[in-house]
């Protein structure tokens, strides 16, 4: 899927732009697999009717799941553009060019063709629905480790969530804690509607108050989003960090619904 950062910032840079990368699901990632990748990532310029942007490739795998951001225009620029805004309207693009997927038994892998998918996404520029949820586990160390655990379900938004965890870390995860946020399945009208939506996640410092935070972008919330290495194990377990006091560990998960989406 393609994946939008409004407020991208380069390191060392200050000026924040609007960046693309390309994200495979995990759940087509077959281990051991890689996944060679040319694209072209893009904006649609409705005055002179083309889409600009820059050609890409990456080799994805189990432990590669995120193209590097490409950035595509200032922030500022394109908040001011009639030529990329139109309406309050903005179009983006991935363009799949070619697809080679090799294996550890160098047997050729059948990459088949789809048809151009378009989803549009609305998004508000006020009127915001925000919660936050806050997942204490006082036996923390007790829970069954090497398996998925998850919160009870909150509501945000007429839509009800889970928290996710896998406390030392999913199939993807080197040596970290992986953490999610994931719509109820059960909530089959509710998913229909496909919200877009902003998250946070963050495993509170229960000593010192440094809270270890990551924050998505857009997310088109038809399935769970987050992090396989969302934090490193030595990092949770240290007892300066306050992260683990005891048996006790508290996650907290802020959601922002920022609009809808839907397929064109």
Known sequence: ?????????????????????????????????????????????????????CKATYNFDFKNTYSKERCLIPLQELLKSSAFLVDDSCVFAVE?????????EKKAVVVQKKATIVQNLFVQSKGFIKGTYTWTMNNFLELDLKHFIQSPTFEVGGQKWYIGMYPRGDKYSTDCLSLYLYPDVSDELQLESKKVAVMTLSILDQ???????????LWVCGQ??????????????????GYVVGS?????????IVGSSNDG
């Open 1 to 53: 899927f393609l994946q939008v950062i409004p407020m991208h910032k380069e390191a060392g840079a200050g000026t924040p732009y609007v960046a693309l990368r390309l994200v495979p699901s995990q759940l087509s990632l077959v281990p051991g697999h890689t996944v060679h990748a040319v694209f072209e990532l893009s904006i649609y310029n409705h005055t002179k009717g083309m889409y600009c942007g």
């Open 224 to 241: 769970g989003w987050g992090w396989p290495n969302f934090l490193g194990l030595k990092k949770l377990k240290d007892p300066s960090g």
């Open 248 to 256: 006790s560990c508290v996650v907290k998960a802020d959601l922002t």
């Open 207 to 217: 000593k010192n108050g440094k809270h270890f935070t990551r924050t998505s972008g």
């Open 96 to 104: 799949i060019l070619k697809i080679d997927v090799s294996s550890p």
